[in-house]
């Protein structure tokens, strides 16, 4: 059979315990998830690591083929700015009031303790793997002489407002920190110390914009750079400095010299090369869409460069071409969701969709043609779905859970009007609703339609069915809007509290007397007479861009905000928090039932809500492959056992369930190494496409 029985038991969505408390929220796609990058740092060419939004440290041993994610942080409260490696083992990472360390190339990765510091921390620098700065917001200067264990605060001013974003030591006493005011691009901060940061001396230069970075090629040559593309040298030490060049339409963000005379000075959009040590430098832009944040050499003449998006770019000569080398396959937003099974399911975009096997954790896109601009989904059963398409109102349908779909046909609205919503309530019978009041129902799987559109004109937002006659309806105006005999006749109440009208944007109904709707205004209304009258149990202080309602029950529901998910067992009366995804939209909300359900939004973004269960009580199924060696220190082989065999895919999941690692093979080949070198001993599950199959297994790094 396509779809493996053991799938079902894999951590993160696979035979989920009753206990909801048990369950969690857990990214699942794509891998490595999505993150804005801020910073690179590696060691050589081959080994470095990458650093930004989500609590995301990913590592590479392959030159940024493929990357492992070290750490993330599920509640998305941590944004890495800043990672610094002083050889292949030691190095820290810093963001927000976060300060982390590793002994271990990140294997282990240890939170360390941050003196009381009012401000972000924005850059790190060691000499050795003892003595180390931190800089950041109001004036924070933080120094350890213990390679972090502690950390001294040696300057933080709430009064002041300058902030420092770089900085940098020559030797274990004379180091230099840069910045300036946050929206005061006019105004630079440098200040320098002789006695390893205890004091410090302020050389800011008049009318130099606000400073993002500092270099020394040696003790007394140095540089930095900022906004309006202003980059000063000193060769006193910091004491005093001349500005080299400026550019008012760049903003340099990076500097690094490769030697005395060949130095690199990157922004966002482009970037600016000198050969005579600084004295002149030529612009060059980046091209092919990519955006920088960040910049680090390898040797001496690679380097690499984080960005937007995940993004990771290459040069093998000193900058003067890039390659991006982070994944290039593109991740439009996901912006309906649904499942047919735990395994099965659907989501879209805006003119194209894609299908799952595997429970969210891969998508392959079906092709039905061009043309289409997809609006919404409906899976009633588990085997048949249903994809609403308005520019060209067209119904695309499948019968055999996702592997087949057919185009069937809307009736066109006048002016190009929009439908909104659409809901089956059986494989048979479904409505569709939009602009002006127009309603149509089907009783034969979406073949024809008969017109149940409302005598007013206002703008349906949403709609539920209870069974084929019972459903209800929203529009803009505030209106819910009953129907008892399946759209041949319609009661209208106003959705009112406090004599204040409501705009009700989704709504959900458990039974034919208890529902909910969430509105514009963040008020969930709760009805318990079949929507003859509401009320508003609670308010909702979150972003409500396409809010999503699920109820297992009368008393247990989530609410989808614009990029939170809530919870409630006591009926919407009191929400808590279920997670929060900062800068990820959240688009659409399914569950199958109370313990698994998903979330999609932005970059393609699924997460998935289930029982983490550990590999451990995964069977081993790896009757097409073998891993070798087993144990492994490094590196595993993977191998097809029989010789026309093809991988084509590969997946390594952690004792927790936590996808690390997934990669497509291209063109198929019998075997594939795999870097495991970033992994911390234990157990691991790796899941193989072998043809058309999956396989699972095990293996332990030692």
């Not at 990820?584 to 999609?600: E, K, Q």
């Amino acid at each position: 059979m396509k779809k493996q029985l053991f799938f079902m038991v894999m951590a993160s969505i696979l035979f989920p315990l009753s206990v909801i408390s048990q369950n969690t929220w857990m990214s699942i796609y794509p891998s490595p998830e999505i993150q804005d990058l801020n910073d690179v740092c590696f060691v050589n060419e081959q080994k470095g690591w990458a650093v930004g939004t989500g609590g995301a440290i990913q590592f590479t041993g392959d030159g940024g083929i493929t990357w492992v994610t070290q750490h993330k942080n599920q509640t998305w409260d941590e944004n890495f700015k800043s990672v610094y490696f002083i050889d292949e083992n030691e190095g820290w990472v810093v963001g927000w009031s976060k300060i982390y360390h590793t002994s271990n190339a990140g294997q282990n990765w240890e939170k360390q303790t941050k003196p009381y510091a009012l401000g972000d921390l924005e850059d790190v620098f060691f000499v050795d793997e003892d003595t180390g700065w931190i800089v950041g917001y109001y004036k924070i200067i933080l120094k350890t002489t213990d390679g972090g264990e502690n950390w001294i605060k040696i300057s933080n001013d709430i009064n002041s407002e300058k902030n420092f974003f770089g900085v940098y030591f020559t030797n274990a006493m004379h180091g230099c920190a840069v910045g300036g005011v946050d929206f005061n691009f006019d105004s630079c901060s440098i200040m320098v110390t002789e006695d390893g940061g205890n004091t410090w001396v302020d050389t800011s230069p008049e009318n130099v914009s606000r400073l993002n970075d500092v270099y020394f090629i040696n003790q007394d040559t140095g540089f930095a750079c900022g906004y309006d593309g202003n980059i000063i040298k000193t060769t006193d030490g910091g004491y005093s400095w001349d500005v080299k060049y400026e550019n008012n339409g760049f903003t340099a963000i990076n500097i690094y010299f490769y030697d005395d005379d060949y130095g690199i000075v990157t922004g966002r959009y482009e970037y600016v090369i000198t050969q005579d040590g600084g004295e002149t430098w030529t612009k060059y832009y980046i091209g092919n869409n990519m955006v920088f944040t960040g910049f680090d050499a390898a040797n001496d003449t690679a380097g690499y460069a984080s960005g937007f998006g995940g993004l990771v770019a290459k040069t093998t000569n000193r900058g003067y071409n890039w390659e991006q080398i982070s994944d290039t396959t593109p991740h439009p937003p996901f912006n309906n969701i649904g499942f047919f099974d735990a395994l099965s399911g659907v989501t879209t975009s805006s003119n194209t969709f894609m299908v799952t096997d595997d429970g969210g954790y891969t998508w392959n896109i079906k092709d039905v043609g061009t043309g289409f601009k997809f609006r919404d989904l409906s899976l009633p059963s588990n085997t048949v779905g249903y994809i609403l398409s308005n520019s060209n109102y067209k119904l695309v349908k499948t019968v055999n859970g996702g592997e087949n779909w057919s185009v069937l046909d809307l009736p066109a609205l006048p002016d190009n009007l929009d439908y909104t919503r659409m809901q089956f309530v059986n494989e048979m019978t479904g409505y569709v609703c939009g602009e002006n009041g127009y309603v149509y129902r089907t009783e034969d799987g979406g073949n024809t339609w008969q017109d149940k559109s409302l005598t007013t004109q206002p703008l349906l937002t949403g709609m539920y069915f209870i069974n084929e006659d019972l459903g209800w309806l929203i529009s803009q105006d505030g209106k819910v809007i009953r129907t008892v005999s399946g759209g041949n006749g319609y009661t209208f109440y106003d959705l009112k509290y406090n004599d204040k009208v409501y705009e009700p944007l989704d709504i959900f109904f458990v039974n034919e007397q208890v529902g909910y709707i969430a509105t514009k205004e963040s008020e969930i209304f709760r009805t318990e007479d079949g929507g003859n009258s509401w009320q508003a149990v609670s308010h909702l202080s979150a972003g409500v861009y396409n809010p999503r309602l699920y109820f297992a029950d009368d008393s247990t529901g989530w609410y989808k905000s614009t990029t939170k998910v809530f919870f409630t067992k006591n009926g919407g009366k009191k929400w808590d928090m279920d997670v929060n995804y900062y800068s990820t939209s959240l688009y659409d909300m399914a569950f199958l039932d109370a313990n698994l359900g998903w979330v999609c939004g932005n970059n393609s973004f699924v997460a998935a809500y289930a029982t983490p269960l550990g590999i451990e009580k995964v069977p081993d199924q790896s009757t097409r492959f073998t891993t070798f060696p087993n144990p492994a220190r490094d590196q595993i082989i993977i191998s097809a056992i029989h010789s026309n065999d093809r991988i084509s895919h590969y997946q390594i999941y952690d004792l927790n369930g936590r996808l690390l690692t997934s990669s497509v093979v291209n063109s198929g080949r019998q075997k594939v190494k795999i870097d495991i070198s970033g992994f911390t001993t234990g157990m691991y599950l790796i899941k193989v496409k072998v043809n058309n199959r999956y396989y699972i297994s095990r293996f332990l790094k030692n």
